[in-house]
């Protein structure tokens, strides 16, 4: 599966997401996209799933017509992330194309 990580989304995670396509927002030149251009650029280039830390994003975006999967993680701590790698993975793995999916971080 290919995975973005948004520019919030601490990269330390991609180790516990080996078996995907992990890149960043970053890495792809895309750092000065706003939203709506990220998420169809994301599309466009085939990405699945859409991992941010964003928790305004659905009322930003109207996401309904997305093909990406969006996953939205509660913190931007990377030791609090670190602890939740189980719930992001089950996230990622059960999620649908289109939908979204919030991951509560303890």
């Not at 706003?34 to 699945?48: D, I, Q, T, V, Y």
């Not at 009322?59 to 990406?68: I, W, Y």
């Not at 993680?73 to 602890?83: E, G, K």
């Not at 189980?86 to 059960?94: F, L």
């Amino acid at each position: 599966m290919r995975i973005l990580f948004d520019q919030g989304t601490p990269v330390p995670l991609r180790r516990f997401l080996n078996t995907h396509q992990v890149e960043t927002v970053f890495e792809r030149g895309w750092s000065t996209l706003k939203n709506g251009e990220l998420l169809a650029r994301g599309e466009e280039e085939g990405f699945e799933v859409f991992v941010t830390t964003d928790k305004n994003l659905s009322k930003q975006q109207n996401l309904s017509s997305r093909k990406m999967a969006i996953v939205v993680l509660s913190s931007t701590s990377w030791p609090r992330i670190q602890v939740a790698v189980v719930s992001i993975n089950q996230a990622i793995e059960t999620t649908l194309s289109g939908s979204l999916h919030e991951v509560r971080i303890p």
